[in-house]
């Protein structure tokens, strides 16, 4: 691979490691942040916390936007600090998922924590105190989120937080080591900074554009490797390696960087196998939209398990996977905890494609890089690519303009 002719994709600071560093700066001792992520989720995570840090929360309306992470983790950070007085909320797409697991077993502790539009969902008035801690039962098949918050706040409580065995999360549980980690580094370093890692999560659609159009390489700066990175979505690598694509390592005077590239004769001998690849997912969700596109279009056939969950995302992505990829002539399967693809197609409506993001991020990406590699087609919702990475289009058109 040579990559002096290789645009050189910016990959954004991590989301999940910013959302867990920016509590711990609350709760373990300040830092200065570096390559914080100036995406959405990020921002107004920073602007609840500001505020918070101001002493405004009598009756304040703090604001979470469309982050599911920082809701969580905001609203038990608020629920244990005393003389916290305010209400916390998101959009209106947010409301609709899940926060009961978490105020119930933040409420078992002894956390002050009223409903106020509808049992189950925010907006919620909150009123902090500090919490007693120990014990807490969480029910099987949450988000890791859920422990994440949980255990980012319990530094304010009188006693640490204990989880049972089946209490700890069995969905995306690489997250909840990352917050297990950050936390480790802030209690146990006494310096005065923390840099973020670069995010393997905004690498998945350059992965999947590689495997749609072999022979293209692609260049992504500043990514730890998997050995010694907190993301559990570094494993990005790993799955698109046994596709046939090579990342490679390298370093420079600009700093690390990988180079990624997929093998015509590899994605083709597995496009003619009658064998579909099967995997479970269920520790690497973020990277099911990529990953099932660039199947697709590679005619690699599949099974993916263990992705239930990931209809409970900013949107439905199970079912709006087949629906846009059926835009494209592929006809997947959605079932409860999984989503098939077995090689059968059906005859697109359009020879344009009118692709939706579901205002989702992630859908939004994957879709944007079958738009970029076949040449045609439109994409309402893009914008919703802010939460995230802001700048995906701009870094995408490095590749293909």
């Not at 099987?140 to 204990?162: E, H, K, M, T, V």
């Not at 907190?230 to 690598?237: E, N, P, T, W, Y």
Request: hydrophobic content about 45%; aromatic content about 6%; some cysteine.
């Amino acid at each position: 691979m040579d990559s002096k002719s290789t645009a050189t994709v910016l990959l954004p600071g991590s989301k999940s490691i910013a959302a867990r560093a920016l509590i711990c700066c609350r709760t373990l001792g300040r830092r200065k942040l570096h390559n914080l992520p100036d995406c959405d989720d990020t921002r107004e995570l920073a602007e609840a916390l500001r505020l918070f840090d101001a002493g405004i929360s009598q009756g304040h309306v703090y604001n979470l936007g469309t982050g599911a992470t920082s809701l969580r983790f905001f609203l038990a950070l608020a629920a244990s600090s005393p003389g916290f007085d305010g209400v916390v909320d998101c959009t209106d797409a947010l409301r609709r998922r899940p926060i009961s697991p978490l105020v119930e077993a933040l409420r078992s502790l002894g956390a002050d924590i009223e409903y106020i539009a509808g049992e189950g969902r925010v907006p919620v008035r909150i009123r902090g105190r500090r919490l007693e801690g120990g014990t807490v039962e969480l029910p099987d098949g949450l988000s890791s989120q859920f422990a994440s918050a949980l255990l980012l706040a319990s530094p304010f409580w009188n006693r640490p937080l204990i989880l049972s065995e089946k209490s700890l999360p069995s969905v995306s549980r690489p997250y909840f080591e990352m917050t297990r980690e950050v936390m480790r580094r802030f209690s146990e370093s006494d310096g005065l900074s923390y840099m973020i890692e670069s995010d393997w999560s905004a690498a998945a659609p350059f992965y999947q554009l590689v495997l749609m159009r072999p022979g293209t390489v692609v260049r992504l700066s500043g990514l730890s490797s998997p050995e010694v990175s907190l993301q559990g979505d570094s494993a990005v690598a790993a799955l698109f390696s046994a596709l046939g694509v090579t990342t490679l390592f390298r370093e420079d005077a600009d700093g690390a960087y990988v180079l990624i590239e997929a093998d015509p004769d590899e994605v083709a001998r597995l496009a003619a196998s009658d064998c579909p690849v099967r995997l479970d997912m269920r520790d690497t969700p973020d990277l099911v939209p990529s990953f099932v596109t660039a199947l697709c279009f590679a005619g690699i056939r599949f099974e993916l398990s263990g992705i239930g969950h990931l209809r409970l995302k900013e949107s439905d992505r199970m079912a709006i996977l087949a629906l846009e990829l059926s835009k494209a002539g592929f006809r997947l399967a959605a079932e409860e905890d999984s989503i098939v693809w077995r090689g059968e197609r059906c005859i697109p409506r359009k020879e344009s494609p009118d692709f939706n993001s579901h205002a989702d991020h992630r859908i939004a990406m994957a879709m944007a890089v079958v738009i970029a590699v076949a040449g045609n087609g439109s994409l309402a919702g893009k914008e919703a690519v802010a939460k995230s990475f802001p700048g995906f289009f701009a870094q995408l058109s490095k590749i293909i303009d």
